[in-house]
Each structure stands twice: as structure tokens, then as C-alpha cells.
């Protein structure tokens, strides 16, 4: 799953590229974690801000739906009546490093274009609009890090998604990615304020 991500603007963006580039201005942080803000397009176009993690008693910030769920519980309605799309300039995710601790694993697109996930939103009467990423099985790239990943759209596919019209067959993502070993960006630097804390 994706705890983490990173959304920056882009130079020389046009079309919708270039009015989720000029949203990221709004953002406090370009590092995207848990009940932070991050830039999301709706099915009717619009780019907006909204909260990462749909709020409940048992949990204040759910960042992830399994794909294969959201046809059913908390998902339904929102799958239903309420797709968007994230978009991000690179995701984390952290699997079994040589020695044994947690090693973080940056991936981004090959040209460095952003990476669109499906998403659903919903709105909260305390924290407004909120939103989650759908996660699906790992592709092969993937595997050998973690078991699941973003449910990661191509471009000629958003359109289809956002529509939301009926079933989604949500695959392993087979497109084009380049995934290294990076320092964890997460991890406390000298002067830093570290009360938030690891997440894995």
C-alpha cells in the first residue's frame, strides 16, 4: 500500500497536467502523508485540495481501498458516485532492505510525468472533502518490495475511470517505472521536528 507520496509542479505542464502543477502552490508540503492535503481531479475536471484518508471512529485517517472491496461497506457509495484522480510526482514504499531494516523504494514515471491513481472521495462534516487511493495486487515490479501498490491509470484510461460506469477490472499496472532504493523520507534530519514520527 502507499503511505507516502510526493506531488511538485512541473515546467512546461499544459492541460490538466499544468492545473494540477499550478495547484501544488497551495500545498504546504510537496511530501504527501496521511490526513495531509493533497491535489486530486474530480470527474467534473475541477483540481482540488483534499484531506488524504476518509475519517472514522476506528481509524481518523484510512488512506487506502483494496480494489477488490469497493463494491461493497464503507467504499460503495463513494465508488459509485465519487471517483477521482490523484496524481503524484513519485510514491514510496519501503520493503525488506539487505540487512534486514526497512528500506524505502522511490518510483516514479521514466520521463518524469506524474503517475495518476484511482481514487474516491467523500465528504466529511468536520474535515470536508476527503479522499482515498485504491491499491491493487502488485505488479512484477513491485512483488519482490511489497504485495500491493496504487492502482495506477494510464492517461487514456482516466476518462473511463472518472465516468464511473459500472465494474472496474483494476490489474497490476504494466506500464513503464523507475523504482530505486532512496533514503527514507521519512526519517528525522539533523534540526528537523520528528513528532510525527515513522509510520512503518
Keep these: 500500500m502507499c503511505n507516502t507520496y510526493v506531488i511538485c509542479p512541473k515546467r512546461g505542464a499544459k492541460g490538466l497536467a499544468q492545473r494540477v502543477s499550478e495547484a501544488t502552490a497551495r500545498l504546504a508540503s510537496e511530501l504527501v502523508r496521511k490526513s495531509d492535503p493533497g491535489v486530486v481531479v474530480r470527474a467534473d475536471g475541477r483540481v482540488e485540495l483534499m484531506r488524504w484518508g476518509f475519517h472514522r471512529e476506528f481509524n481518523p485517517s484510512i488512506n487506502n481501498a483494496r480494489a477488490d472491496k469497493l463494491e461493497g461497506g464503507m467504499w460503495r457509495d463513494a465508488f459509485q458516485e465519487r471517483r477521482c484522480v490523484i ?46 487511493m485504491v491499491t491493487t495486487a502488485a505488479s512484477p515490479l513491485m512483488s519482490p518490495i511489497h504485495d500491493r501498490m496504487p492502482a495506477l491509470l494510464r492517461p487514456e484510461e482516466m476518462a473511463e475511470w472518472l465516468a464511473g460506469n459500472g465494474r472496474w477490472d483494476f490489474q497490476p499496472f504494466t506500464g513503464a517505472l523507475v523504482v530505486k532504493p532512496c533514503e527514507s523520507p521519512l526519517a528525522k534530519r539533523k534540526g528537523e521536528d520528528s513528532r510525527q514520527g515513522e509510520l512503518f
Design 87 to 132: 496524481p503524484m510526482s513519485l510514491f514510496y514504499e519501503w520493503g525488506l532492505g539487505v540487512s534486514g531494516r526497512k528500506q524505502a523504494h522511490e518510483f516514479r514515471d521514466p520521463d518524469d510525468d506524474y503517475l495518476w491513481a484511482a481514487g474516491i472521495w467523500e465528504t466529511n462534516p468536520e474535515l470536508g472533502p476527503c479522499y482515498t
